[in-house]
Antibody, heavy 118, light 110 residues
Framework: EVQLVGSGGGLVQPGGSLRLSCAASGFTFSTYSMNWVRQAPGKGLEWVSYIGDTASRIYYADSVKGRFSISRDNAKNSLYLQMNSLRDVDTAVYYC???????????WGQGTLVTVSS | QSALTQPPSASGSPGQSVTISCTGTSSDVGRYNYVSWYQQHPGKAPKLMIYEVIKRPSGVPDRFSGSKSGNTASLTVSGLQAEDEADYYCSSYAGSTVGLFGGGTKLTVL
């Protein structure tokens, strides 16, 4: 069974940092592209970042470029999102999701809540 | 890149059909046959319902269908059931560096 389990969320002050993790199981993680997608409270989905299967291709939404960094460890079947210089508007549930944007994100984690507040 | 445009709400009675639109531009929806649709129940993660405009992942009922005309994609739910009540989001590939989602449509089964 495919599983994506996100962790690392919490309360952080503006300007602070947080590192999210996503543990994958039930599939060959190293052969899949991965994404982070977020959803602010009561709002819609926003794509945040993409990383290819070998990490050779990495993309970011303009809203997080220069502040967030996506990475993966295929040996540990894990995806990461390092979030720096956090702002109030970054408050959201962050989902890790498997797949290519062009062919749909076919499995999603349960989400981890990040709250940026003083 | 701007978000794709969806109606905020849609509704239908059980057994009826309802169609949700998703309008983009000639740079995204109009350019690529890479539109996806996601269903999200309250407090749950999104679920892929349609990909590449018309394809259904395994396990998704054939009551769900997708189409596209010009810069507008559509999701049709036929034979509405109570469990179809959820938020629906469209997404389009917009070039290798960008991912776009619509604002979401709340589907109510009357």
């Amino acid at each position: 069974e495919v599983q994506l389990v996100g962790s690392g969320g919490g309360l952080v002050q503006p300007g602070g940092s947080l590192r999210l993790s996503c543990a994958a199981s039930g599939f060959t993680f190293s052969t899949y592209s991965m994404n982070w997608v977020r959803q602010a409270p009561g709002k819609g989905l926003e794509w945040v970042s993409y990383i290819g299967d070998t990490a050779s291709r990495i993309y970011y939404a303009d809203s997080v470029k220069g502040r967030f960094s996506i990475s993966r460890d295929n040996a540990k079947n894990s995806l990461y999102l390092q979030m720096n210089s956090l702002r109030d508007v970054d408050t959201a549930v962050y989902y890790c999701a498997r797949g290519l944007l062009m062919s749909g994100l076919d499995f999603w984690g349960q989400g981890t809540l990040v709250t940026v507040s003083s | 890149q701007s978000a794709l445009t969806q109606p905020p709400s849609a509704s239908g009675s059980p057994g009826q059909s309802v169609t949700i639109s998703c309008t983009g531009t000639s740079s995204d929806v109009g350019r690529y046959n890479y539109v996806s649709w996601y269903q999200q129940h309250p407090g749950k993660a999104p679920k892929l319902m349609i990909y590449e405009v018309i394809k259904r992942p395994s396990g998704v009922p054939d009551r769900f269908s997708g189409s596209k005309s010009g810069n507008t994609a559509s999701l049709t739910v036929s034979g509405l059931q109570a469990e179809d009540e959820a938020d629906y989001y469209c997404s389009s590939y917009a070039g290798s560096t960008v991912g776009l989602f619509g604002g979401g449509t709340k589907l109510t089964v009357l």
